[in-house]
């Protein structure tokens, strides 16, 4: 499994300044010399909070692997 770490500033009561979208994951993938395209991956809303996520992403056929990941505090 393919698992991402994404350090986002926060402020007060643990809330996120900005949030992590799709074009995030899809270009923190590009890094990992990974191309995929990016409406494959299934994020139904932007991340806005600390945690981890199971983000699906559709390939060809029934495949369905899954990223895994985390967002913590810097």
């Known amino acids: 499994d393919l698992e991402m770490t994404f350090e986002v500033q926060v402020g007060e009561e643990e809330k996120m300044f900005g949030a992590v979208t799709t074009n995030d994951i899809h270009k923190k993938l ?3 010399g990974i191309v995929i ?9 932007s991340i806005k909070a600390l945690g981890i996520y199971h983000i699906p992403v559709n390939l060809a056929g029934e495949l369905t692997p ?6 913590i505090k810097t």
């Open 37 to 45: 395209e990016r409406q494959r991956i299934e994020l139904k809303e």
């Open 66 to 71: 899954e990223i895994k990941i985390y967002v």
């Open 30 to 32: 590009e890094d990992k």
